[in-house]
Structures are given as structure tokens and as C-alpha cells.
């Protein structure tokens, strides 16, 4: 594959990259609720689901999804469930931040048990997998890029998946970093933790009801 053709894709993938989407939002609300650790586990699990739409594309399920209302409308739906389950959670428990950020010592989660940081991960991956702004464009756009005429075209559909996840992790990274940071004044009162904490679930919820109602296959 060309260097012309990995950059231009590259170009292609930042600019949808940095317009928050629902993996964005996402981390954002994690960082706030649950603090640095939870935020970049979250982003680790959303690059895992993206890829394994990558994947799925080049091995042909993707193109499936793409054209299938029934499968791409099921698919989203069941994301956007999840964000509002999880969304319903944040806000039941957001009374109990402070206990948790105290324990943590500094809110970054380093305190955090095995069980809890697998249960982080496999949540970022549910909705990397099921962000149907990222469905779409791996079905509908990463093909493009291919040159069909060098062959290998499974490997190339993986690289160009990989430079897309590289320019999403970084990205995503910074935005749970700094949404982290900001944690760190409200948890200087335990009102304001509570009301960041609902604000994220909020947040969540409000996510999954924007996922259920856009992205329709066309």
C-alpha cells in the first residue's frame, strides 16, 4: 500500500476522530464518575471493540451490518441500551464517588480491584463495538483505501484499521486525561462529586438515546 494512500486515510480518520462521538462521550463520562484508570481502561476496551469491527469488515460481516437495516438497527439498539443501563447506574451510585475517591487516594482508580478494571474494560468494549458512527465508516469508507489491484487485501484492510485505532487511542487518551483532571476539583466537595457523578450518567444516558434515534443504515 502507498504512502499516499495510508496518509489520506489517515487525514480521513482524524477528522472523524475528533469530533466526539459516543466512544468520546463515553470516556469523557467515565473520567468524571470513576477517574483517570477507568477512563484510559475505558479507551483500551473501545480500541479492542473498534477492532474487532476492523475485522470484521475485512473478513465481509461488515459490508452485511452495513447494507442489513435489520442487523445494523439491532446492533445499535442493543449499544444504546447499554449506555442507558450503565447511564441508570452512574446516577443510582453517584453518592457513593466520595467513598470510592477516597479509597483510590488521589481518584485515579489505582485502588482498583482485578474484577472492576476487566468489568471497565469489557464496558469500553460493548459500546466501541457498537458505535455505529464507527460501523458505518469501516464499512463504508476504510474499504475505499484499498488498492484491490496489490491484492492482499485483508492485510491492508487490518493496517488501515490499525492507523485508524492508533490516531483513536491517542485521542481518546487525551480526552479522558483531561475530563480526569477536571475530576479532581469537584472531588474537593462531596456535592460537587455527586452532582459530576449524576451529570455522567446523565450524560450516558442521553448518549444512548442519540444512539438509538441516529446512525440508521442507509
Request: hydrophobic share 55%.
Amino acid at each position: 500500500m502507498s504512502a499516499d494512500r495510508l496518509l489520506a486515510f489517515a487525514a480521513m480518520s482524524f477528522l472523524l476522530i475528533v469530533i466526539p462521538g459516543p466512544s468520546v462521550l463515553f470516556v469523557v463520562g467515565r473520567a468524571l464518575a470513576q477517574g483517570r484508570r477507568a477512563a484510559l481502561t475505558t479507551v483500551a476496551g473501545n480500541t479492542l471493540g473498534a477492532y474487532v469491527l476492523v475485522i470484521a469488515v475485512a473478513l465481509g460481516v461488515g459490508s452485511l451490518v452495513e447494507r442489513s437495516i435489520v442487523v445494523f438497527t439491532a446492533l445499535k439498539l442493543l449499544g444504546a441500551a447499554y449506555l442507558v443501563y450503565l447511564g441508570i447506574k452512574a446516577i443510582r451510585q453517584r453518592r457513593s464517588l466520595r467513598a470510592v475517591f477516597t479509597q483510590d487516594g488521589d481518584g485515579d482508580g489505582a485502588g482498583a480491584s482485578g474484577d472492576s478494571t476487566l468489568r471497565t474494560l469489557w464496558e469500553g468494549f460493548a459500546v466501541g463495538v457498537a458505535n455505529p458512527k464507527t460501523i458505518v465508516f469501516f464499512a463504508a469508507v476504510l474499504p475505499q483505501f484499498v488498492d484491490r489491484e496489490a491484492g492482499h487485501t485483508v492485510p491492508q484492510m487490518l493496517l488501515l484499521g490499525l492507523v485508524f485505532n492508533v490516531i483513536a487511542i491517542v485521542s481518546d487518551s487525551v480526552w479522558g486525561l483531561a475530563a480526569s483532571s477536571a475530576r479532581s476539583w469537584f472531588a474537593r466537595s462531596p456535592r460537587r462529586l455527586a452532582a459530576v457523578g449524576g451529570t455522567g450518567g446523565l450524560a450516558m444516558v442521553g448518549l444512548g438515546v442519540t444512539v438509538a434515534v441516529t446512525g440508521r443504515a442507509q
